[in-house]
């Protein structure tokens, strides 16, 4: 199978492979929080959790796949609320594959979360933004319980010399939180977290606009300088850029990984799972949920190597999009407006995707 691309000079000639290797599943869009900064709380989607059956055909599609090896449960949505996470990491563990969760730490218990681990789970990404002490009104998580779980694993773990689970922490940085990420990496460092991955945040409402970092409203460096010495004292450090560059790089893409919707939709990344409304640089921009097809009609693979895909991934592997965050033209472009699509007739478009100007970080084991 191949597929001819037209190009500005010639032709591309593309042979789609089975390359898949991390597949992100969405259990429930469901939550036990309801954070200001989260998209779920300013979109119209409908909520609701994936059925055993689709799960257990979105298992079977992705034995298809020779290089996939990892499993995240993860979407925009609190895993843990799905009535049989636990059977789900059981059942995907026993497969073979590495499994992984994103979670708020908040609604399973210590009992819980590593009954978790006893089904095969490999790894956690928690949600940490703030030091216990901190008070800001963005703050959505009960930071110092997150913290007394995530120390408890970690000493779990080395009392049962089992060598996992991994820890990884999510940190989204904001106006009210930047001073004090130095101290909160200590801190995750202290607990044991093997990997603190410091993002940025996407405002979702147009009361957030103000409280990003990367716009140059705020010196971000003496900041970068404390986190890079702490990175070479046995934490592994995933940061963000503070200032928009002009290198694009797409870690979702360059990981090979999908992600599945708790309604069988599959969408190229976590930007078009859903429809919600962001502000790039203040500047208002709807972005619609995209799917390339639905696991309840067609199989994964089938839908991975599809013409549409398979143009999306070699346009966005190669950056074959225009750069419109920093475009002239931004203020009065229509293209701009949504992600439908852009100048250079790529639907849908990546164009104004702060993902791939690594302002934001995905969650994706590396």
Same mark, same amino acid.
């Given at each position: 199978?191949?597929?001819?691309?037209?190009?500005?000079?010639?032709?591309?000639?593309?042979?789609?492979?089975?390359?898949?290797?991390?597949?992100?599943?969405?259990?429930?869009?469901?939550?036990?929080?309801?954070?200001?900064?989260?998209?779920?709380?300013?979109?119209?989607?409908?909520?609701?959790?994936?059925?055993?059956?689709?799960?257990?055909?979105?298992?079977?599609?992705?034995?298809?796949?020779?290089?996939?090896?990892?499993?995240?449960?993860?979407?925009?949505?609190?895993?843990?609320?799905?009535?049989?996470?636990?059977?789900?990491?059981?059942?995907?563990?026993?497969?073979?594959?590495?499994?992984?969760?994103?979670?708020?730490?908040?609604?399973?218990?210590?009992?819980?979360?590593?009954?978790?681990?006893?089904?095969?789970?490999?790894?956690?990404?928690? *949600? %940490?933004?703030?030091? @216990?002490?901190? &008070?800001?009104?963005?703050?959505?998580? =009960?930071? +110092?319980?997150? !913290?007394?779980?995530?120390?408890?694993?970690?000493?779990?773990?080395?009392?049962?010399?089992?060598?996992?689970?991994?820890?990884?922490?999510?940190?989204?940085?904001?106006?009210?939180?930047?001073?004090?990420?130095?101290?909160?990496?200590?801190?995750?460092?202290?607990?044991?977290?093997?990997?603190?991955?410091?993002?940025?945040?996407?405002?979702?409402?147009?009361?957030?606009?103000?409280?990003?970092?990367?716009?140059? *409203? %705020?010196?971000?460096? @003496?900041?970068? &300088?404390?986190?890079?010495?702490?990175? =070479?004292? +046995?934490?592994? !450090?995933?940061?963000?850029?503070?200032?928009?560059?002009?290198?694009?790089?797409?870690?979702?893409?360059?990981?090979?990984?999908?992600?599945?919707?708790?309604?069988?939709?599959?969408?190229?990344?976590?930007?078009?799972?859903?429809?919600?409304?962001?502000?790039?640089?203040?500047?208002?921009?709807?972005?619609?949920?995209?799917?390339?097809?639905?696991?309840?009609?067609?199989?994964?693979?089938?839908?991975?190597?599809?013409?549409?895909?398979?143009?999306?991934?070699?346009?966005?592997?190669?950056?074959?999009?225009?750069?419109?965050?920093?475009?002239?033209?931004?203020?009065?472009?229509?293209?701009?407006?949504?992600?439908?699509?852009?100048?250079?007739?790529?639907?849908?478009?990546?164009?104004?995707?702060?993902?791939?100007?690594?302002?934001?970080?995905?969650?994706?084991?590396?």
């Amino acid at each position: 199978m191949r597929y001819v691309f037209p190009g500005f000079d010639g032709e591309f000639v593309v042979k789609p492979k089975l390359d898949l290797r991390v597949l992100f599943i969405e259990p429930t869009t469901r939550c036990n929080l309801k954070c200001e900064v989260c998209f779920k709380q300013h979109w119209m989607d409908q909520e609701g959790e994936m059925e055993w059956e689709l799960f257990e055909k979105i298992l079977k599609d992705a034995t298809k796949f020779p290089r996939l090896e990892t499993i995240v449960f993860g979407g925009i949505g609190e895993p843990t609320l799905h009535p049989r996470i636990s059977e789900m990491v059981e059942r995907a563990s026993k497969m073979g594959f590495k499994t992984y969760i994103t979670t708020n730490g908040l609604f399973f218990n210590i009992s819980k979360l590593l009954e978790l681990v006893e089904k095969g789970l490999t790894g956690f990404y928690f *949600s %940490v933004d703030y030091m @216990p002490t901190s &008070e800001t009104p963005l703050q959505h998580v =009960s930071a +110092g319980l997150v !913290l007394e779980r995530i120390k408890y694993i970690a000493n779990w773990r080395e009392r049962m010399k089992l060598g996992k689970p991994f820890i990884g922490v999510q940190v989204v940085v904001t106006k009210y939180n930047y001073k004090d990420l130095p101290g909160l990496a200590r801190v995750l460092k202290n607990h044991g977290v093997d990997e603190i991955v410091i993002s940025n945040l996407i405002p979702v409402h147009h009361s957030l606009r103000d409280a990003i970092v990367y716009d140059g *409203s %705020v010196n971000m460096e @003496p900041v970068v &300088e404390e986190l890079e010495k702490l990175a =070479s004292r +046995g934490v592994r !450090l995933r940061l963000s850029l503070f200032s928009l560059k002009t290198e694009r790089r797409c870690l979702f893409d360059e990981a090979r990984a999908t992600i599945v919707r708790w309604d069988g939709e599959v969408s190229p990344c976590y930007r078009f799972l859903h429809s919600y409304r962001e502000y790039v640089f203040g500047r208002e921009k709807q972005v619609n949920h995209y799917s390339f097809g639905n696991v309840k009609n067609k199989d994964l693979d089938e839908i991975w190597v599809s013409r549409e895909y398979t143009r999306f991934r070699f346009v966005t592997r190669n950056y074959y999009y225009p750069s419109c965050t920093d475009c002239w033209l931004r203020e009065s472009c229509d293209f701009v407006r949504s992600s439908d699509a852009d100048c250079w007739a790529n639907q849908p478009s990546c164009g104004d995707c702060l993902w791939a100007r690594n302002l934001i970080q995905c969650p994706i084991p590396v």
